[in-house]
């Protein structure tokens, strides 16, 4: 589950095992935001997922 201190409307989620790209003009609506701690965890547990530790 993302951070306590995230401002979003509903629970969410960060799936990591499936990571795809999309375009910017797909985004249609803010949805919210991440604390910095949670971005933080995120961007670690995004580093494992593409193993690319040894690298950073």
Not at 10 to 15: D, L, N, P, V, W
Not at 16 to 41: C, E, H, P, V, W
């Amino acid at each position: 589950m993302c951070g306590e201190k995230a401002v979003l409307q509903k629970e969410s989620y960060a799936q990591l095992d499936n990571i795809q790209t999309i375009s910017k003009d797909r985004f249609l609506k803010y949805l919210g935001s991440l604390d910095a701690a949670t971005m933080r965890t995120v961007g670690r547990k995004l580093i494992l997922a593409l193993g690319l530790e040894d690298v950073v």
